[in-house]
């Protein structure tokens, strides 16, 4: 047999291409597993990051209630304060720069709790 003739013997076999496509068929399959696999990683991380914004949500709430609740007894605790300052009846005297001092302070440390806590509860991130 010549050189020519089995070069073209063996170009004719079937199995030659077979083996090629084979490969690519190999290779195209484990692309298809990774791009499974990567939107599998991706649907996972998704689903986490609900569970925390449904966590989020409750503690938040959670906390919003304890904040109203802190903030209306110590204003109700003001309020009894400067009541019993105002009436005669009761032993109970404050001077007048305390008096100030107490509702000034009260005021602003209210305001500013609520505006650090309810700016941190609140906030919204950038996704």
Not at 17 to 33: G, L
Not at 38 to 51: S, V
Not at 79 to 95: D, E, M, R
């Amino acid at each position: 047999m010549k050189l020519d003739e089995l070069l073209k013997k063996m170009s004719e076999t079937p199995d030659s291409p077979n083996v090629v496509e084979r490969k690519y068929d190999d290779i195209e399959e484990k692309i298809r597993k990774e791009e499974l696999r990567k939107l599998t990683l991706e649907n996972e991380a998704r689903e986490g990051e609900n569970a925390g914004d449904n966590q989020d949500r409750a503690q938040r709430k959670e906390f919003a209630d304890r904040i109203f609740s802190f903030v209306a007894m110590y204003m109700f605790f003001v309020g009894l304060v400067v009541f019993l300052c105002g009436h005669k009846f009761s032993s109970f005297n404050l001077s007048d720069t305390v008096l100030v001092t107490l509702l000034g302070t009260t005021t602003a440390n209210v305001i500013g709790i609520l505006i650090i806590v309810v700016t941190y509860l609140f906030s919204r991130k950038k996704k």
